[in-house]
């Protein structure tokens, strides 16, 4: 099936044979569904901490930071801004030029409050020979939109979330790479240092960082720290093979074969790159303004809090482990894995060895918010390949829609995943743990899609924060619904929160 030229191909991007040979087998047997025991809720696999335990939590962050650990904010802000404008694509591409449908109407109803309308009115000025005042009495609102969307425009439908400008201050708009920074020095700086860490598409590689180059200075000077930032991108050996329907390798018109990127799940290979003691894993696109900064930066202490003092106990018990523990030490370990990491033996033998697998593997508390009818993954108790059932954040493509006991589980969840997360990563004598050694391989997704108009199989390595951290400990943590405001559309922008 594979001939010496496909062999040369596969070579090139770092992948083996093998590899390959699984993927197409994995197309052709898919993905198991997880086994759920129970959605997780406050008093089942979810903490609610109250205030005062949310200040001890904070004060056990600041004291781990006054150690000199060092901390890193992984931001993932490889993908392209095209799918948040897909409704306005739509407008330009219509047979008709006024707003007609209700996101058009809103959209062009409050185009000034938004924190690109000063960029957006001088691209039109400069293209049209008119503002956006004037494009629009004329009913030339297509005009528009497509200096918003094109490339002589503010090109907003290929340039990545990171590089649009989300949110008003008097001194100037900023962009979600410019909150992140300012995050990234209210809660995760240490020694007068704060680490953030971008993934980002080798295209925009050379534009962020020149960006970055821009107004990491001016942030450095507000907040009186240095930063160290840094990038990378996703791996080409991480790309996954496409299939055709009948599950051979879908090829390109000259006949090589067609290789997609895997998914997020392909980051855990850039995170495992990251020289640190913490890393604090958000999206790019869940940002406030420095106004409503406080919750969140509260809040990522408080998680940040759960992590340290759960993982100074995992330590100590690590420890009592290396020397001959009595059958006292046995329970009350034992005690600590199931009430506090609810990892649940089942049928599994609890002894020393059982209680250092579950011990001595990374660390991730998640933050968890009440669920709103905001699409993606929830926070579960689900069996693991071992038997053992631990917490995991999972997405519906995970959960058998047949089972009608699972989806009144999936439906009924009481809580979301915001992709949340502060993670631990080095082991109790200090060494880095090799986070791809932790993946749950059986976790992946198989998606349909289209190329050149021809039908293919898109196969999705197990995700970051669901199969690609399976074998983590894992504590949620309840976090108010303020600290989660993801950007899907550019009218998600008009939102009070991003006021």
């Known amino acids: 099936m594979l001939s010496e030229k496909d062999l040369q191909q596969i070579a090139q991007r770092g992948i083996s044979q093998e590899q390959i040979e699984t993927q ?104 049209e020979g008119k503002d956006i ?77 020149q960006k970055v180059a821009e107004k990491a200075d001016g942030f450095a000077k507000k907040y009186g720290i240095k930063y160290d930032i840094t990038f990378s991108e996703q791996k080409p050996s991480t790309d996954t093979v496409a299939a055709n329907p009948d599950n051979t390798p879908f090829r390109e018109a000259d006949g090589s074969l067609l290789f997609r990127p895997g998914g997020h799940g392909a980051l855990i290979e850039n995170l495992n790159e990251i020289e640190a003691d913490v890393i604090f894993v958000k999206n790019i696109d869940n940002v406030v303004p420095d106004r409503l900064k406080p919750e969140t930066v509260e809040w ?28 006292a030490q046995i ?21 020393a060895a059982y209680l250092r697998s579950k011990l001595n593997r990374p660390m991730r508390v998640c933050g968890v918010v009440k669920n709103v009818g905001e699409p993606g993954g929830g926070p579960f108790l689900t069996y693991n390949q ?32 915001p992709v949340d997360l502060v993670c631990a990563v080095k082991d109790y004598q200090g060494k880095p743990f090799n986070l791809p050694d932790f993946v749950d391989k059986t976790t992946g997704f198989i998606s ?29 943590v309840e976090v108010p619904l303020g600290t989660f405001n993801p950007v899907k559309t550019v009218n998600d922008l008009l939102r009070e929160q991003h006021q």
Not at 301 to 308: K, N, R, S
Not at 337 to 350: A, H
């Open 133 to 209: 005042k004037t494009l629009m009495a004329e009913g030339n609102y297509k005009a528009v939109a497509a200096n918003m969307l094109k490339k002589e425009g503010l090109n907003y439908g290929q340039l990545p979330k990171g590089m649009l400008l989300f949110h008003k201050y008097a001194e100037g708009a900023r962009t979600p790479m410019e909150e992140h920074l300012v995050e990234g020095a209210l809660y995760a700086a240490s020694n007068g240092e704060a680490h953030v860490h971008f993934t980002v598409s080798h295209d925009h590689l050379e534009f962020f960082k």
């Open 24 to 127: 197409l087998k994995e197309f052709e047997t898919g993905f198991p569904f997880l086994r759920l025991e129970a959605a997780a809720a406050v008093g089942n696999g979810i903490l609610a901490p109250s205030a005062d335990e949310r200040q001890s939590y904070v004060k056990a962050w600041e004291d781990y930071k006054a150690e000199g650990h060092r901390v890193v904010k992984f931001v993932p802000a490889s993908g392209a801004a095209s799918r948040m404008f897909k409704n306005m694509f739509a407008f330009v591409d219509a047979d008709y030029d006024v707003p007609t449908t209700d996101f058009e109407k809103k959209y062009f109803n409050d185009i000034e409050k938004f924190a690109f309308y000063e960029a957006l009115n001088q691209v039109c000025i400069e293209n």
């Open 331 to 351: 329970a009350e370990i034992a005690q600590f894995v199931e009430k506090c990491l609810c990892t649940n033996p089942k049928n599994n033998k609890v002894d």
């Open 386 to 417: 071992d038997g053992t059932v631990s917490l995991q954040i999972l997405e519906s493509s995970q959960i058998d829609t047949n089972n009608a006991e699972y989806m009144k589980m999936f439906t009924q969840g009481t809580h979301f995943n």
């Open 300 to 327: 990522k202490q408080v998680i940040a809090g759960v992590l340290v003092t759960l993982q100074k106990k995992a330590f100590e018990y690590l420890r009592q482990l290396d020397s001959n523990p009595t059958d």
């Open 448 to 476: 349909s899609k289209s190329k050149s108009g021809k039908e293919l199989k898109a196969l999705e390595l197990p995700g970051l924060w669901n199969g690609a951290m399976s074998n983590w400990s894992t504590v949620f």
